[in-house]
């Protein structure tokens, strides 16, 4: 590595500041989550995205990417809900190797449980501390990193998906755990575990013949 491959001052100290902030963030909503309604921002960001599917279904291989999640993360992740009677699990017609997820009325109204303490958590230390021109940058700056890590975050998920992602398996046996945003662009094929409640955390590793193949 070279000079002029390190970032420079006034790049780390940017850099530093929104990585910390984020995770900050991450780490505080998530913990408010838990605490008072119940569930990982993982499940919370599920939940929701089942919520708004047609007929509150999904094929557990789209809802992985929807969720930018690796599918043996949120096989853990379902399996867990299930045992919470929030998630049901189905074989999708007409593909025996396909498995839906379907939101039930109790994870409806987990999730509408919670709903207010995501809202007021990320309005507090989000949008209230930001002035709307900052809110407008946010949102740009936001879409521009998305953007940049698209193909790259598709393609890496892909690959682990297929298999071919080096030391999933392993960091899963490890029960390697980080922090739970419900993010996950797997560059290096490496997982975290679920990291979820002790009133769930005995079921997450015990996967089903519903796992993530649909």
Known sequence: MNDDDRLTTSEQRIWGSYFTGTRELAAHLDRLM???AGMPMTYFEILGLLAESP???MRMSELAAAALSSSSRL???VTA???SGW???CPAEGDRRGWLAHLTD????ALDAAEATHAATVRRYLFDVLTPAQVNSLAEIGGAIRESLGV????ARAAVAAGEGEGTEAADEAGIEELDTGMDCPLDGAEAGAGVEARVEAGAGAERDGAVTG
């Open 34 to 36: 838990r605490r008072e």
């Open 55 to 57: 007929e509150r279904r």
């Open 75 to 77: 096989s853990h992740a």
């Open 81 to 83: 809900m299930e045992k």
């Open 87 to 89: 998630v049901s699990r």
């Open 106 to 109: 109790a994870g409806q109204a």
């Open 152 to 155: 790259v975050c598709a393609s």
